[in-house]
């Protein structure tokens, strides 16, 4: 899985305000899930919500990948 440099985070977080700016909440949304979930975030969501709804949920769970390991989906 790719991991965003700064820039890379810092452009899109710039290419969703100016869609949410222009009332494309939809886009803006769509673009901010490309930005990884934090790893206590992504863990909290699959604990209350179930594994079922945080993959169609959208998230980039690299980091969430990064710290728990390749398989921490599957306990």
């Known amino acids: 899985m790719h991991t965003l440099t700064r820039k890379e985070r810092l452009d899109i977080i710039h290419q969703a ?4 700016k222009n009332g494309d909440i ?12 934090a790893p206590h975030l992504a863990k ?3 604990e ?9 949920a ?4 690299s980091a969430a990948e990064e710290k728990y390991g390749k398989n ?3 306990e």
Request: aromatic share 14%; no cysteine.
């Open 17 to 20: 305000n100016i869609a949410r």
């Open 26 to 37: 939809e886009k803006a949304l769509k673009l901010s899930k490309q930005i990884p979930l």
């Open 44 to 46: 909290f969501y699959l």
């Open 48 to 56: 209350e919500f179930g594994k079922e709804k945080l993959l169609n």
């Open 58 to 61: 959208g998230f980039n769970l």
């Open 72 to 74: 921490w989906l599957a």
